[in-house]
């Protein structure tokens, strides 16, 4: 029997046993809360292939980022490489180049929400196929682009309920402040190198930022009287985060300045920012962005587009709603449940039923011959409020005999006005409560 990769996990239907992630239904909800939010905040949806051109994403993520150096999934074909997109930021500027949408006028407001791939090591909240959704403002330079960033991401989150997040806030500055940056953090760390764990040791020669981000204890400490980066920002990028520090504190956003803060990929400038959640242990990111004003440039574009944006992981959107207890909205149920007697009854329910359907009610019937009794306990399992029965009587008669299952009660309605009944039923009946609760 084949399994799944590690890394990678089915989303199944609502109720299955041992299910290691939530069901379909779940990430339904979630997307639909996602796409609701974006669309507030004017977003419009844009789909990327999985697939993209390997030298996309090491141009654009950068050749010294671990993703590049080791997450990416890569295969060649003929001449061409290909790439499983780790993320979908350059993708997005690729679209956004390739078909000239700053064309459409003003400031392009995106979404995404999709699946991504990184040849990391599987553990909890951590997979080799994950999803995010994520947002990028692409043509605006000002402050108030970061902020409106920001606040559309953490409106997301207030949107499940999730207020025990921490949101920290970075200036990256540009790349020659990164590079003198880099040059001191270099000259700080070389009388301790040999203090310096393996991969610290080549992080300090490939990608000191990266040094930034140690987990060992005694490297944090070293940290502590290292060099800073925001002293080696330029005055424009200094003037530009106090813009969107002042923009943020205008909303009420609280943050947290960190100046250790400095992401793992390389097209960030100035405006860098996280979300955690002090629930999810070792993968506590449940997100994060920042300003990419060098992005376009790097994909082939002749002059610089400035751009911010923010990717989310679902899984950990999943682990965090689960520490919080978060009530799922209930699953959808089918409205009714045709249960036939006899072949004649079975031919006309197999028709009714799909009449049933193109009028918009959800109906399920039997589609192995089962006994009547069979049939109500399938009736009783697929959560329909009502069950229609119909035998050589009821067929004879033109009417069909509803149960209401919760009461038990029956009710003879005529066959041609089983549709409008079932309809009326639904909009008086619960569901349509459920529904609109959930919407305030
Ligand atoms: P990044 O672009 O690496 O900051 O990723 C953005 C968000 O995606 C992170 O904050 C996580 O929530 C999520 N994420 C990144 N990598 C993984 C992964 N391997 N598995 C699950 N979620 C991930």
Redesign the pocket.
């Known amino acids: 029997m084949f399994q799944n990769i590690p890394?990678t996990f089915d989303v199944l239907p609502a109720g299955t046993e041992g299910a290691s992630m939530p069901a379909s239904p779940a990430w339904q909800h979630i997307e639909d809360v996602v796409r609701k939010v974006m669309r507030r905040y004017g977003f419009e949806e844009i789909r990327t292939p999985a697939l993209e051109p390997t030298a996309l994403v090491a141009r654009g993520i950068g050749q010294a980022t671990d993703?590049v150096q080791k997450e990416m999934f890569t295969f060649e074909q003929g001449d061409a490489g290909y790439v499983l997109r780790p993320?979908v930021?350059a993708p997005v500027m690729r679209a956004y180049l390739q078909h000239h949408l700053g064309q459409r006028g003003g400031v392009q407001k995106l979404f995404y929400v999709g699946p991504?791939f990184?040849a990391?090591k599987p553990q909890k909240?951590?997979?080799?196929q994950?999803?995010?959704f994520?947002s990028e403002t692409i043509g605006a330079a000002d402050a108030r682009a970061d902020a409106e960033t920001v606040a559309l991401m953490a409106d997301v989150y207030r949107e499940f309920g999730l207020r025990q997040t921490r949101l920290r806030l970075n200036s990256l500055g540009s790349p020659p402040d990164r590079k003198r940056y880099r040059q001191a953090l270099t000259d700080y760390f070389a009388p301790y190198e040999n203090e310096l764990s393996e991969t610290s040791r080549r992080r300090l020669r490939q990608n000191p930022l990266r040094l930034l981000d140690t987990k060992i204890e005694h490297e944090q400490r070293l940290l502590e009287d290292a060099p800073r980066l925001l002293d080696f920002v330029d005055d424009g990028s200094r003037a530009h985060y106090d813009e969107v520090k002042g923009w943020l504190d205008h909303l009420e956003i609280p943050f947290e300045e960190d100046p250790l803060l400095v992401?793992?990929?390389d097209y960030y400038t100035r405006t860098a920012f996280?979300?955690e959640s002090g629930a999810l242990g070792a993968?506590s990111?449940?997100?994060?962005?920042g300003r990419y004003d060098l992005l376009a440039e790097a994909l082939g574009a002749d002059e610089p587009v400035p751009a911010v944006g923010f990717?989310?992981?679902?899984?950990?959107?999943f682990l965090a709603l689960e520490a919080a207890g978060y009530d799922f909205p209930p699953d959808p149920a089918a409205d009714v449940f045709l249960a036939a007697i006899g072949e004649e009854a079975e031919r006309f329910v197999f028709e009714k039923a799909r009449a049933l359907r193109r009028a918009g009610l959800s109906a399920e019937t039997d589609l192995m011959g089962r006994s009547l009794k069979a049939q109500m306990r399938e009736a009783n399992r697929s959560g329909a409020p009502h069950a229609v029965i119909i035998g050589g009587n009821e067929l004879e008669a033109g009417r069909a005999s509803v149960k209401h299952m919760a009461t038990g009660e029956q009710t003879e309605v005529a066959f041609d006005g089983l549709t409008a009944f079932l309809l009326e039923q639904r909009a008086g009946g619960q569901p349509a409560e459920a529904e609109a609760a959930q919407d305030t």
């Open positions: 890394g993703i993320e930021t991504c990184r990391e909240g951590r997979f080799r994950f999803h995010q994520g992401r793992g990929l996280e979300l993968q990111a449940l997100a994060g962005g990717a989310a992981g679902i899984e950990r959107l």
